[in-house]
């Protein structure tokens, strides 16, 4: 398991220069460069090339690097991994991902060099097929996390976008399901209005609460928010540490469980509260 804060991912189109550049100084925890949809036909063989150029002369620091190519079945698959290669990129992320064979299909081609010898894999889930087969992705070689793809499930689903989400529930809860048995990251779908700040909010708070790592942007100003929700209160932080030190205690005394705040704490009380300050320390820990 990737034990990087992954609170924003944030994506940018491989076309645009000035966003690129921007990049190197947004305080993101990963980055997915793409070359898919955000990226025009006429404009895919000017982004990928660039793109390889950013890649490998920009220092992007601690920020996780995820380049998004088209699906290998397009006419653009194999010429965006061709020169994206030449980068050696720390993931791709494959869109449109409906079984296992289409993570084999590009693991077979990251053998192949030696640039990709070590370059992990992601998934966009973002398929009705894509959703029932989330366990057999999530468990093929390479896999390092999923990118919901809400926009497409909601598109493929014929389903309404409701501020609740109501009609996606299942189809976010059950790759999460699939990502955590498998120990992979999982980063909620994005939020489309990006200058509505309620309204990311309370979708970050969703995703959240669900169990997802982070969100995926589009706007550098939906960064904040992320960060900030997806990473534990000051209150967690302090419980977490009144719950280890009340634990610890109960088990001097030769018992197996604790009491804090009219709560029971037991030893998996314990694996949530150690969870919770090793990521607030990983996120103090970023340098920049
Ligand atoms: N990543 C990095 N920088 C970004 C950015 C992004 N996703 N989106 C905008 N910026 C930068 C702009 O370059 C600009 O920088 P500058 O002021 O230093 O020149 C600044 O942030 C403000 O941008 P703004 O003018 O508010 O945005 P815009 O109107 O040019 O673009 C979008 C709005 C939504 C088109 C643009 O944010 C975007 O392309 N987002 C990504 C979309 C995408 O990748 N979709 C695919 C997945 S759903
Ligand atoms: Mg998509």
Not at 40 to 51: F, G, N, S, T, V
Not at 96 to 109: C, G, P, Y
Request: glycine share 6%.
């Amino acid at each position: 398991m990737d034990t990087r804060p992954f609170r924003s991912v944030l994506y940018i189109p491989g076309s645009k220069e000035r966003a690129l550049e921007k990049a190197t100084g947004l305080d993101t925890d990963a980055i997915i460069f793409d070359l898919e949809d955000a990226v025009a036909i006429d404009e895919k063989p000017h982004a990928r090339k660039l793109l390889a150029e950013k890649l490998a002369t920009l220092d992007y620091g601690r920020r996780a690097k995820l380049v998004r190519v088209n699906a290998l079945s397009t006419p653009w698959g194999a010429d965006d991994l061709d020169v994206i290669a030449t980068a050696k990129p720390e993931a791709i992320l494959l869109p449109k991902v409906d079984s296992a064979a289409h993570i084999d299909a590009l693991a077979r081609l990251l053998d192949t060099r030696s640039e990709t010898a070590n370059t992990r894999i992601w998934a966009m889930i973002e398929s009705p097929l894509g959703v029932l087969n989330a366990l057999e992705i999530a468990q093929a070689p390479r896999m390092g996390g999923f990118i919901m793809g809400t926009n497409d499930l909601a598109k493929d689903m014929g389903c309404r976008f409701r501020a609740d989400r109501l009609p996606l529930l299942s189809a976010l809860q059950l790759p999460l399901m699939a990502a955590k048995a498998a120990g992979i990251v999982a980063v909620d779908g994005v939020y489309n209005a990006f200058k509505d700040d309620d309204g990311l909010r309370a979708e970050c708070q969703q995703g959240r609460d669900m169990g997802f790592d982070g969100k995926t942007l589009i706007h550098p100003a939906q960064l904040d928010i992320a960060n900030q929700i997806f990473a534990p209160t000051d209150e967690e932080v302090t419980l977490a540490r009144r719950q280890i030190a009340a634990f610890d205690e109960a088990t001097a005394k030769g018992e197996g469980v604790a009491v804090v705040d009219g709560k029971i704490v037991e030893n998996l009380h314990i694996v949530t509260a150690q969870q919770t300050l090793a990521k607030a320390d990983a996120i103090a820990s970023l340098t920049e």
